[in-house]
């Protein structure tokens, strides 16, 4: 297994289209987190699978956003009509539910977004 | 509002001296204590925890301090090395996990 991926690694787009980002979590893992950071910030929360169920979703995440999980397995984040303020590293991960989830954490390397 | 703060934007040590980086948090329900690394254009990488029934967890040259009743949490390093250079996150939860903003460490050769 060689980790957590995503795709694509930086993605630059004009004001107002749409994009969309795939992370491909570590395949033993339940758990898919989407997190965003911008310059200066911690990752900040947006939202989580357990299998493809989504069971929470922070109040970051605007209608412009959705996140899927259709099978348990990959995820893909859209963001429509993208803004400038949407620039940022959006970060996935994976983990085991129960105790041990925390513990385990693993982020793949972002997708850096650019709206220009 | 931020429920955990790392009120140290950067720190700069001496090889081979102790690095200590420090994190307060607000909610005292949180079960999980973590410490993560980053490098540029990486993802954060693990680095040590602690659970909320332990108050102190070794490994190697790193160390993690948790005090509940002052909501606080710290990391030693020592002795610190160049390689040690990075952004140092504090994450906190149960669930999910919450991140301050980060600590800038530079250990100077």
């Known amino acids: 297994d060689t980790g957590v991926s995503q795709d694509p690694r930086h993605k630059i787009t004009k004001r107002g289209q749409n994009v969309t980002f795939r992370c491909d979590p570590i395949s033993e893992h339940n758990r898919l987190y989407w997190y965003r950071q911008t310059l200066g910030q911690g990752p900040e929360f947006l939202t989580y699978f357990q299998n493809e169920a989504q069971l929470e979703k922070s109040r970051l995440l605007s209608d412009r956003f959705s996140a899927e999980r259709p099978k348990g397995s990959f995820s893909t984040l859209e963001i429509q009509r993208t803004e400038q303020g949407d620039s940022a590293m959006y970060l996935c991960?994976?983990?085991?539910?129960?105790?041990?989830?925390?513990?385990?954490?693993?982020f793949g390397s972002g997708t850096r977004l650019t709206v220009v | 509002d931020q429920q955990v703060k790392q009120n140290s934007p950067s720190l700069s040590v001496q090889e081979g001296r102790i690095s200590i980086l420090n994190c307060d948090y607000t909610n005292s329900m949180f079960d999980y204590f973590l410490w993560y690394k980053k490098y540029p254009a990486e993802g954060p990488t693990f680095l040590i925890s602690?659970?909320?029934?332990?108050d102190k967890n070794e490994d190697g040259r790193f160390t993690v301090f948790l005090n509940k009743s002052a909501k606080h949490l710290s990391l030693h390093i020592v002795p610190s090395q160049p390689g040690d250079s990075a952004v140092y996150f504090c994450a906190v939860g149960s669930e999910k996990l919450v991140f301050g903003k980060g600590t800038k460490l530079t250990v100077n050769p």
């Open positions: 991960a994976s983990s085991l539910s129960g105790e041990r989830g925390l513990l385990g954490y693993t």
């Open positions: 602690i659970s909320s029934i332990k």
